[in-house]
């Protein structure tokens, strides 16, 4: 599911680095692998073999000298340990964090912004996806023509994007451009220029992305979703708004947003990479010491903060002339801060995910998989959990092209579930707890996907939970939690029902809540 709307301002060509790397590579295997190919060499090597077993001879001999020899230590091409999270808090509110790493080249900057799509209000609903766009069209030092022709020199890469609940900028590039890239960043956040004319063109851009979204059913689906399980509240509102917001959103109300949520102390300021600590936080003295703090508090801020109610609900949109059905399951999940988050995750992953084009159901460890393919009722499904700042969703996402099928396959679905609540085996509570684990730690390869998880985490939760404590809390998970993480979060509990496509088969929604409590 992609749960955020991207911008891409420049990719300028960083292949070089690689480059560079497999190039030293190459001569250092030249200067210490060389051919046997004349008798001499090999004269020389026999003869220094003799002498190496007469030292080792005499060495094994004598205690003295075996005891005085260095140990062999075998040296890393990177550091063995993972970073340390450091953070510092500038007067203004505005929090630095940066995790070092000495061996990297190149490094990730970015200000992650604690206000999205769920800051606005029902009239000004797109603001936030209007002005990731308007960021990259000129500030005050810089024309877009300059902007652009900066990074490229570089080789960086310049991206945003928006989400339900935050606004993300950041930066990549060679640890020697940090500076300038720091300087960018805080240049377009504070003095983006928003002309008119800029306006008018990015109206029409974001209306095209519209309707490429809804071309994409799974992103409809979602956001049905959304809306259906936290109706007419923030969080059930889009990212790119109506239409008809877009094409009214004004200049007004772009400010006022900046205003009202581009704030110090909503803030944080990540780098991962080769940036030092001090050197991050003295660039933030330098470009951000004058942002401001949060003023009087404002309705939609307020409301936005507001504790999301879950309805169980549904939204049908049947269209025959669709190939498949696509269906979301979903009962209330869990936050970022609480204590079933990664519990949450676990279940997830035992209810698993299925691709009829992979081929391997037969042999996944997902029960589900196993019934779906033996039955032929799915092209695939996905289970999910995602987590906000007070609530989250926690469900399954369905894709069939037999629509007389349907009320089985969602039947195995929600069996499904509840066996989670009765007979859950260690052997599968492993074996998730394993792949939850690799995916964690294979999605923070990299200087970006690491100031992503630092930037998310302070936003949401104030602190960042190193990698070896999310494995430990992993780990501490058992059966029993599972059994009863799916007994006070999916027995009798109320779901939200989202379906597009050829979905005449689907139970209607007292019959589906109904299974949410089987009799056995």
Not at 206 to 224: A, G, M, N, T, Y
Not at 423 to 428: D, I, K
Request: with cysteine; charged share 25%.
């Amino acid at each position: 599911m992609r749960s955020y709307q991207q911008t891409v301002l420049m990719l300028g060509d960083n292949h070089a680095q690689n480059y560079l790397s497999k190039a030293s590579s190459r001569a250092r295997s030249k200067d210490f692998i060389k051919p046997l190919n004349s008798a001499s060499t090999l004269q020389t090597c026999v003869m220094a073999s003799r002498r190496l077993a007469l030292n080792l001879s005499r060495g094994l001999r004598n205690r003295a000298g075996l005891s005085a020899a260095a140990p062999f230590t075998r040296g890393f091409a990177t550091p063995s340990t993972v970073g340390k999270t450091q953070t510092s808090t500038l007067k203004n509110g505005l929090t630095v964090a940066t995790e070092h790493s000495p061996f990297a080249q190149t490094s990730t900057v970015g200000v992650w912004i604690d206000a999205g799509s769920r800051a606005e209000t029902d009239e000004n609903n797109g603001t936030a996806h209007f002005l990731e766009h308007l960021a990259f069209k000129g500030t005050a030092k810089r024309t877009q023509q300059q902007l652009e022709l900066e990074i490229e020199n570089m080789g960086g890469h310049l991206n945003a994007y928006t989400s339900r609940e935050n606004t993300v900028y950041f930066a990549k590039a060679f640890n020697s451009d940090v500076p300038q890239c720091v300087d960018i960043l805080s240049d377009i956040l504070q003095n983006s220029k928003l002309e008119e004319s800029a306006i008018e063109r990015e109206r029409d851009v974001i209306l095209r992305e519209s309707e490429e979204v809804e071309k994409q059913v799974e992103e409809v689906v979602f956001d049905h979703l959304h809306a259906t399980a936290f109706q007419h509240q923030p969080l059930g509102r889009t990212i790119l708004g109506p239409k008809q917001n877009i094409r009214d959103i004004t200049r007004t109300e772009l400010t006022d947003y900046i205003k009202n949520n581009y704030t110090a102390d909503r803030m944080v300021l990540v780098g991962a990479g080769g940036i030092p600590h001090e050197q991050l936080v003295e660039l933030a003295e330098k470009h951000f010491a004058g942002l401001p703090t949060s003023g009087p508090q404002t309705g939609a801020y307020l409301r936005s903060k507001q504790k999301a109610d879950f309805m169980g609900s549904d939204v049908r949109v049947r269209d025959d002339g669709m190939p498949t059905a696509n269906i979301a399951l979903a009962v209330e999940g869990v936050s970022w801060n609480s204590e079933d988050y990664f519990t949450a995750l676990v279940a997830q992953a035992i209810v698993g995910n299925y691709d009829k084009a992979v081929g391997q159901a037969p042999h996944q460890g997902s029960k589900l998989s196993g019934w779906v393919h033996k039955h032929d009722l799915a092209n695939s499904f996905m289970s999910f959990s995602t987590s906000y700042n007070d609530t989250g969703l926690w469900g399954i996402y369905l894709v069939s092209d037999k629509p007389d099928r349907v009320d089985d396959l969602v039947h195995f679905a929600i069996r499904e579930w509840m066996r989670l609540c009765t007979n859950v085996s260690a052997s599968e509570t492993e074996r998730a707890k394993a792949q939850l684990k690799a995916s964690i730690l294979l999605s923070l390869d990299g200087t970006t996907a690491v100031a992503e998880d630092i930037g998310r985490q302070l936003v949401t939760t104030g602190r960042r939970m190193a990698p070896n404590e999310i494995e430990r809390k992993i780990d501490a998970i058992t059966e029993k939690d599972i059994m009863d993480f799916a007994n006070r979060k999916l027995w009798d509990r109320d779901i939200a029902v989202s379906a597009v496509g050829t979905i005449e088969g689907l139970f209607d929604y007292q019959r589906l809540r109904n299974t949410m409590k089987p009799k056995f």
